[in-house]
């Protein structure tokens, strides 16, 4: 198992900005592609954005393209999900994982389903007020 560890959430205003990091244990934390999901009280597990292995390759739903942008720096182990005009609804317990299996998808939307992802952290609380 990879242990991933989240950090960089918090209160923000609508508008604001917020920058989230997954510190990964593991030697081959560079061959894994990862992956942002958020969830908020009540509602399913929802996929935010993902990367390949290299950062080469990105996907983000449609909620958040143009406002998020995922990154990795493999040297450091940590993947960074920016988040800039958030809003309200993006209030949520946000959580990275690891597909350990694969590095890159054969389709973007493949990077979408939670089970394709083996290792998960906790998941660090993101709230946006109006």
């Known amino acids: 198992q990879v242990q991933l560890v989240e950090s960089g959430g918090g209160l923000v205003q609508a508008g604001g900005s917020l920058r989230l990091s997954c510190a990964a244990s593991?030697?081959?934390?560079?061959?894994?592609?990862m992956g942002w999901f958020r969830q908020a009280p009540g509602k399913e597990r929802e996929f935010v954005a993902a990367?390949?292995?290299?950062?080469?390759?990105?996907y983000y739903a449609d909620s958040v393209k143009g406002r998020f942008t995922i990154s990795r720096d493999n040297a450091k182990n940590t993947v960074y999900l920016q988040m800039n005009s958030l809003k309200p609804e993006d209030t949520a317990v946000y959580s990275c994982?690891?597909?350990?299996?694969?590095?890159?998808?054969?389709?973007?939307?493949?990077?979408?389903?939670?089970?394709?992802?083996?290792?998960w952290g906790q998941g660090t609380q993101v709230t946006v007020s109006s």
């Open positions: 994982a690891a597909d350990r299996k694969r590095g890159t998808w054969a389709r973007p939307v493949d990077s979408t389903w939670p089970g394709a992802y083996d290792s």
């Open positions: 990367i390949s292995w290299g950062g080469g390759s990105t």
């Open positions: 593991g030697r081959t934390f560079s061959s894994y592609a």
